[in-house]
Nanobody
């Protein structure tokens, strides 16, 4: 059973930084494409960033320049470093795993078979 557990969310002032972590257990982490999504209240869950097993990355426009996705295959963990946070970054952030051995980082939620429970990020003064 593959499990994903996010951590690192919280309340942060505008302009601040947070690093989210997602620990994966029960699977073959170094074969998965990993991704971060977020869902604001009343809105759809949207792709933010993804990272392949060898470290190739893909970012949605909302994440470019401020967010960095990375992974540590030795620790079975994927990270999302978020800088210059804004109130419109407020959302529940989810990590997801694509175990289909694809070489393409998918932007749609349908590509990902495993999800974490989410971690709340609130950007407010």
């Amino acid at each position: 059973q593959v499990q994903l557990v996010e951590s690192g969310g919280g309340l942060i002032q505008p302009g601040g930084s947070l690093r989210l972590s997602c620990a994966v257990s029960g699977g073959t982490f170094n074969r998965y494409i990993m991704a971060w999504f977020r869902q604001a209240p009343g809105k759809e869950r949207n792709f933010l960033a993804g990272v392949s097993p060898i470290g190739r990355t893909l970012y949605e426009d909302a994440a470019k320049g401020r967010f960095t996705v990375s992974r540590d295959n030795a620790k079975n963990t994927v990270y999302l470093q978020m800088n210059a946070l804004r109130p419109d970054d407020t959302a529940v952030y989810y990590c997801a795993a694509d175990e289909a051995l694809s070489t393409v980082i998918g932007r749609g939620a349908e590509y990902y078979g495993y999800w974490g429970q989410g971690t709340q990020v609130t950007v407010s003064s």
